[in-house]
């Protein structure tokens, strides 16, 4: 199954499933399907089995990153951010590449409070660079935009196709620079709004921070990729004003832009 699909299989499974079902956990906080975890400003970051202790840490210090000082940032807007994460127990899961690939996996169950505000797995590669750092800050990504910010924000509500997420998202569609067919299937399932908007919100925050090529996701003749085809903040800056502005009044205002000496530091 690829990474892609089982995101979209994990998503589906929480909406039909109202969530995961917790369980009580043990007194350190772990369950039995996560036995470790990490805490990176105020996101819970929990690992299956298997997943190494370095890599988890790495995790939380990518995470970190993002919550540098800079000075664009609202420290009200950064403040309210991180109560809701806290108080609505947000939390990122990470398991071993390959794992999903038996037909019998589950997502696993985390420990109580913690319940259906989470989205995709982080897999740990057996090897570090682009392709690592792209699945970390993706799937970090998605757990900011697609839980944190909807719960957070009006405007980030993916349910509403009125809203500046949406709108802005439909902005790229139209334009031909955001292309959603890959997941034309899912037309008539309810994570449909989920999934495309959270994949939109990846790429135009890819595309601000100048991540392409970093993380992997620049293809040849682009400075995108097939999917999303521009990668430079100009370009977003030009073509898209909707997902520009929705850029500067939320995520500038919140996240910082991870160093990327740094980032490629953590992941070899």
């Not at 009200?76 to 991180?82: C, E």
């Not at 989470?118 to 900011?144: F, N, P, R, S």
């Amino acid at each position: 199954m690829s990474h892609k699909f089982f995101l979209i299989a994990t998503i589906i499974f929480f909406i039909s499933c109202g969530g995961s079902e917790s369980e009580k956990g043990n007194p350190d906080g772990t369950s039995t399907d996560f036995p470790n975890f990490v805490d990176s400003n105020n996101l819970r970051i929990f690992a299956r089995k298997d997943v190494s202790t370095t890599f988890l840490n790495n995790v939380g210090a990518a995470y970190g990153e993002m919550f540098k000082p800079s000075v664009n940032i609202d420290q009200s807007m950064r403040s309210n951010y991180l109560s809701v994460s806290k108080e609505k127990y947000v939390y990122q899961r990470v398991g071993v590449d390959g794992m999903a690939s038996n037909s019998n996996f589950n997502p696993g169950t985390p420990p109580k409070p913690y319940d259906q505000n989470a989205t995709d797995y982080i897999w740990e590669m057996k090897t570090g660079g682009a392709d690592q750092i792209g699945e970390v800050i993706e799937h970090l990504l998605h757990t900011v935009t697609a839980v944190t910010m909807y719960l957070a924000y009006s405007d980030w509500n993916f349910k509403n196709s009125s809203s500046p997420l949406y709108l802005a998202m439909n902005e790229a569609v139209n334009k031909g620079i955001y292309d959603i067919s890959s997941y034309d299937e899912l037309k008539n399932d309810e994570a449909y709004p989920r999934i495309i908007t959270q994949e939109y919100a990846y790429w135009l925050i890819l595309a601000e921070w100048d991540y392409y090529e970093t993380a992997g996701k620049k293809e040849s003749g682009m400075t995108g990729n097939g999917e999303f085809t521009i990668g430079t903040p100009s370009e977003i800056q030009t073509q898209l004003p909707l997902g520009h502005k929705l850029y500067k009044d939320y995520i500038e205002k919140i996240l910082s832009i991870p160093n990327k000496d740094n980032i490629i530091a953590l992941f070899p």
